[in-house]
């Protein structure tokens, strides 16, 4: 009897510890889309995978809640940032990645901006342009005073710390409540 036993535990030890690898290469494979997804600016991709994907650890789960909050947050940004370049525009001038100056920008999708040039406008999407670009035309829309002042600056500095480094082990999360954002390890 013990013979059969034996190999029945093995079968389910050796079951076991597959399903476990797969679930850390899903979970590896998740977190690498999730930061190749906010560096694009594509924030509700980036919230779609994470909130597409089972996970069974207590850790992931908590993980993956506080990434996907960020994406929320996130998309919130960008969306205002549309709002206001499509209602307002930007007139001072804007360096892309490369060094060019544009003009300004004169409207936003939520795949392009358009850029003020000598000759008109050209489309160029969002990732020709640094994050600390954006970030600081996104804090020139924040009016001291106005009812969202707060949280147009707390959604701009996650922004940045989001977007210069996605989920690298470090989440940060705006406490709006206070006016401090903290940084939280990840459990792992």
């Not at 947050?73 to 930007?90: C, E, F, G, S």
């Not at 670009?133 to 989001?162: C, H, M, W, Y």
């Amino acid at each position: 009897m013990v013979k059969f036993l034996f190999p029945t535990a093995f079968l389910a030890i050796c079951s076991l510890t597959t399903a476990m690898a797969q679930d850390d290469l899903s979970w590896k494979t998740a977190i690498k889309n999730y930061r190749q997804q906010i560096k694009t600016y594509h924030f509700a991709d980036a919230y779609a995978g994470m909130n597409n994907l089972t996970v069974e650890r207590d850790s992931w789960k908590q993980s993956r809640s506080l990434m996907m909050t960020t994406a929320q947050r996130l998309m919130k940004w960008k969306k205002l940032l549309i709002t206001d370049l499509n209602d307002r525009h930007y007139f001072a001038p804007v360096r892309d990645k490369f060094g060019i100056r544009y003009q300004g920008i004169q409207s936003a999708t939520e795949q392009s901006l358009s850029v003020k040039v000598p000759y008109g406008t050209e489309q160029l999407p969002w990732t020709k342009f640094r994050s600390e670009t954006l970030i600081s035309v996104a804090n020139s829309f924040i009016r001291k005073g106005s009812p969202d002042a707060f949280a147009r600056a707390s959604l701009s500095q996650l922004a940045a710390a989001e977007l210069a480094h996605p989920a690298a082990g470090l989440l940060t999360t705006v406490h709006t409540e206070t006016a401090e954002t903290t940084i939280e390890p990840l459990r792992k």
